[in-house]
Nanobody, 128 residues
């Protein structure tokens, strides 16, 4: 079991930056692959970015590639999503997710149903 708590959301102007954090408690953090998803009003929850157990392998949705950076600090049991050059279309509730991984490989999970544990979400609003 792992509990995930996101923080760092807020209101920002277009072109600005935010850094989201996802603190995990429970089993050793390096046991989990991590992902960030987002859900805008009236839309499905969509994949944003993912990282393998070490953070050495990462993957991004095309819509955020080059603007967002996922990272993790296993010693602090925390994952991060640095979001730069924010756009109004980035407005959504952002969720971090985790799943057990028994592999030290580089595969990134991108589907919602591949993740077991979810945080409560943090609102990001980007004004134009």
């Amino acid at each position: 079991q792992v509990q995930l708590v996101e923080s760092g959301g807020g209101l920002v102007q277009a072109g600005g930056s935010l850094r989201l954090s996802c603190e995990a408690s429970g089993r050793p953090f390096s046991s989990y692959a991590m992902g960030w998803f987002r859900q805008a009003p009236g839309k499905e929850r969509e994949f944003v970015s993912g990282a393998n157990w070490s953070g050495g392998s990462t993957y991004y949705a095309d819509s955020v590639k080059g603007r967002f950076t996922i990272s993790r600090d296993n010693a602090k049991n925390t994952a991060y999503l640095q979001m730069n050059i924010l756009k109004p279309d980035d407005t959504a509730v952002y969720y971090c997710a985790a799943r057990n991984t028994y592999s030290t490989g580089t595969y990134i999970f991108t589907r919602r149903d591949e993740y077991t544990y979810w945080g409560q979400g943090t609102q990001v609003t980007v004004s134009s």
